[in-house]
């Protein structure tokens, strides 16, 4: 089993930034890739970005490309999500997701990911 705790939400001003980190408890950790999705009210959930269990192959989905970066420290079984130049279309709840212990391929799609954290909010407004 892994357990995944996410913390980093608040509120921030357009512009600004927010670092978002994920604690997970569990086996396997350092050679599962990670994800993070979000959802804002009335929409569905989307992928915000991935890597692998190594840390070196990131991927982001085209909203967030070049203001989010996701990065892991497996020494701390943590991953982060930090964004800058958030937007007010950046509002949601922000959720870690993990695939499989010693899965580490990484995926844009939710479905791939049985280990979620209970999510943190994210509000961009002034």
């Known amino acids: 089993q892994v357990q995944l705790v996410e913390s980093g939400g608040g509120l921030v001003q357009p512009g600004g930034s927010l670092r978002l980190s994920c604690a997970a408890a569990?086996?396997?950790?350092?050679?599962?890739?990670m994800g993070w999705f979000r959802q804002a009210p009335g929409k569905e959930r989307e992928f915000v970005a991935t890597?692998?269990?190594?840390?070196?192959?990131?991927y982001y989905a085209d909203s967030v490309k070049g203001r989010f970066t996701i990065s892991r420290d497996n020494a701390k079984n943590t991953v982060y999500l930090q964004m800058n130049n958030l937007k007010p279309e950046d509002t949601a709840v922000y959720y870690c997701?993990?695939?499989?212990?010693?899965?580490?391929?990484?995926?844009?799609?939710?479905?791939?990911?049985?280990?979620w954290g209970q999510g943190t909010q994210v509000t961009v407004s002034s």
């Open positions: 997701a993990a695939r499989n212990p010693y899965n580490s391929d990484t995926s844009t799609d939710g479905r791939m990911y049985p280990y």
């Open positions: 890597v692998n269990g190594r840390g070196d192959r990131p």
């Open positions: 569990g086996r396997g950790f350092s050679s599962s890739a």
